[in-house]
Structure formats: C-alpha cells, structure tokens
C-alpha cells in the first residue's frame, strides 16, 4: 500500500515536471515550434517519460487547460464574485480576474491559441472545455441583458478581454486595462 502511494506521488510529480518544463519550453520556441524531446530535456526526463503521462504534446496542452479551468473555477467562489452585470464592480471582477489569470498563465493561453489555429480537433475539444465557463458568464448577461442572446454576448465578452489581453498586455497598466475593459464592457452591457 505504502509503495503504490509513493508510485501515485512520484508519477503526479513527473507529471508536474513535464508540464512545467512544457511552458518554459513554450516561451521560449512557441507551441508550434515545441518538440517532446525538447520538454522533457527540458524537464531532465527520459523522452519515454513523457509517453507514461501524455499521449501527445495536445493532450499535456488540454490538460494544462483543464488546470487552468480549475484555478478559474476557483475565483466564482470568492465572495467578492457577483453575477450582477448591472454592477459596473461585478463586471470589473471578471475583467480583474481574468487579467490576473493572463498575467499568471500567458504563455499557455497563447498556446492554446496557437494550437486551435492549426488542429480543428484541438480547437473542438477546447471549445467543449471552455463551454462551462462560457455558460457562465452567459447567465451573468442573461440578468443583465435579458433582451440578447446571453451565448452571444458571452462569446463578445470573452474575445474582447482576451484579444485587449493578447495586444495590450504589458504595454499599459494594469489599472488602467482593467478600467478601460470595465468601462467598455458595462456600458455595452448596461446600454
């Protein structure tokens, strides 16, 4: 018993290596550019280690997504959460959270961004993946807009921050990101 628990903990272990070294690998060369052999160098691993864990350097990005979907999770169980979209704070929340969540994770984001352009398969499977999160922030619109489609402005809500995410980051404050999104989008939303 005693064994099997210290395989369970070095297995989870490699696994973390693996997935850390994948993310330095990824800012460094990009994802498209990573290689296996490349991560796991990276992680002082045997290329064979990689294969006990990840079926592909896909499959380690899906669950480096599904890792970042849990820590997501997390934050709606703050109290300082609010679904109340007529509440410009609320809003500004969700746009805070979520430009803390990219100035934590930027490197993997812009892989999944780079590996949904290239496989349809990968951008399908994160699509499904990310639908919780989307269903989400679609029943906030639904209080705040009952008159629109709430799918449809969770979609715009989504692009919006993560585009201004992916052009602006590092080129403004962060204050000032977070106001400017949180200005645009309550008065989108509030019109």
Do not use: C
């Not at 499959?59 to 820590?71: F, I, V």
């Not at 949904?116 to 398969?121: F, H, L, N, R, T």
């Amino acid at each position: 018993m005693a064994e099997t628990g210290v395989r369970k903990q070095r297995a989870a272990q490699t696994e973390a290596e693996l997935k850390a070294a994948a993310v330095r690998v990824f800012a460094r060369v990009g994802y498209l550019n990573a290689k296996i052999i490349d991560i796991t160098a990276e992680a002082g691993r045997a290329t064979g280690s990689f294969y006990q864990h990840f079926t592909s350097k896909e499959e380690l990005l899906q669950r480096l997504l599904a890792d970042l979907l849990a820590e997501g999770d997390a934050s709606a169980g703050m109290a300082e959460h609010s679904d109340d979209f007529s509440d410009r704070e609320a809003i500004r929340f969700h746009v805070a959270a979520y430009w803390g969540f990219y100035r934590r994770h930027r490197v993997v984001m812009q892989a999944l961004q780079q590996a949904a352009i290239v496989d349809p398969e990968f951008d399908r499977v994160q699509r499904e993946m990310l639908e919780p999160d989307q269903r989400h922030i679609a029943d906030h619109m639904a209080k705040a807009a009952p008159s629109s489609d709430p799918v449809v402005l969770a979609s715009i809500f989504a692009a919006l921050i993560s585009t201004f995410a992916a052009t602006w980051f590092d080129k403004i404050p962060d204050d000032d990101a977070i106001k400017t999104l949180t200005d645009f989008l309550y008065g989108g939303i509030n019109r």
